[in-house]
């Protein structure tokens, strides 16, 4: 395949609101973003908490500093590197609803979009559900 061919992406769905699931995803999106794939992170439900320039209203969020302390990364680093290898991130509009977060609490790189848009920027990836 083709290094650009789309189906070499990832496309990830984060529908829980769990510091667990929200970190791993970001576990995820860097490692693939490091070794040149392709990412969309679409956080939907109360995951759109992982894409909140603060972050802490993810469900034990307080465990970060537990995951820090053992040497794995931290929240921020992981979120940090998938902005700078340039991954995509999406919050779905209906999961701000949902929470009641503004779309402007979001970090400035995220994008508000809906289940269509992210099934069409998925197109041909490989998804991954957390």
Known sequence: ???????????ILLLDGSYE???????????????DRP??????GHGVHALARDWHGLRDAGTDDTVQASGVAGFDVLRDA????????M???SGLRLTGLPADA??????VAGV?????????RQVISL
């Open 106 to 111: 979001l970090l400035p790189q995220a994008v």
């Open 116 to 124: 269509p848009a992210f099934l069409d920027a998925a197109r041909g």
């Open 21 to 35: 699931r929200a970190h791993y995803a970001l576990v995820l999106a860097a490692g693939a973003l490091a070794v």
């Open 91 to 93: 919050a779905c509009e």
């Open 82 to 89: 998938v902005l700078a290898l340039d991954g995509t991130l």
């Open 39 to 44: 990412v969309l992170l679409f956080a939907a």
């Open 1 to 11: 395949m083709p290094a650009d061919d789309p189906r070499q992406g990832l496309a």
